[in-house]
C-alpha cells in the first residue's frame, strides 16, 4: 500500500477531525494558544495517527510561517516503564536549545503517550505549560491518559473510517498490486481489516494469493 504523502491522503473516520486539522495547520485554532500546546491524535491501532504526526509539524509551521521546518522535529516512541524525570530531561534538552524554525517553534512527537508512567504524564503535563513548543501525542487507549494532561491538548479522534470511504484506497492497493478487483470482492477484506490501513494491505495481498492459487495444492 503507497504511504500517505501529504495530509490530503490521510482518511479521517469524522468531518470534525479532519476540520480540527485543518484549523490547527492554517492557524484558524492556534496552538500553542490558551494553555493548550499539545495535540492528541487518539483512536483505534492502523488508522494513520503516527503518520498523521509525523506530518504536522511541517504542515504547521507552513501555516505559520509559509515556510517548511529548518531543523527535524523530535520524537520519543513512548516505552513501558519511562518514569518523570526521564521525560523531563529529554523535553528541557531539547527546549534549551534555539529554534532554527521561522516560527521559533519547536516540535516534539510523542507516540503511544498511555504508555508513560503515572508519573511521567504528570511530568509531561508540567512540560506542556510553555509557549515555546508544539507536542503532537498519539494513543490508542485514551482513558489511560489523565485529565489534566488532556486538558492541555487539541483533542483529534482517529477511529475507522466506514467502509465506503476506504474503498478507494483499497482499489488503488490492489491496483498496484497489479489488479482490478470488484467492490463486492473488497468490501469483506475492508470489514475484515477493521479500520487498519495496514490489515487492508496485508488482506489484499492475501486475497490476491487466492485467486492466484492453483487449484490442487503440492506441499
Known sequence: MNEPKTLND??????ESKL???DIVTGAEAIPSNGKSAILLYGTWGTGKTT???????AI???KTGQDLCMPEDLIE????FNGPQVTDFITKILDKNSLNASGLHYIIIDEVD???????DSLKSSLNTARCVFILTTNHISQIQRGLLDRCVLVEMNAAKDGQLLPLAHATAAAMGIDMTDEELLPTIKAANG???????????????KNIPTNIIF
Open 10 to 15: 490521510i482518511i479521517f473516520g469524522s468531518n
Open 52 to 58: 498523521t504526526a509525523k506530518m504536522l509539524p511541517n
Open 78 to 81: 513512548c516505552q513501558q516503564g
Open 20 to 22: 480540527r486539522i485543518y
Open 61 to 63: 509551521e507552513k501555516g
Open 115 to 121: 504508555m508513560l508512567t503515572k508519573q511521567a504524564q
Open 196 to 210: 487498519s490501513f495496514r490489515n487492508i494491505s496485508h488482506n489484499i495481498e492475501r486475497l490476491i494469493r487466492r
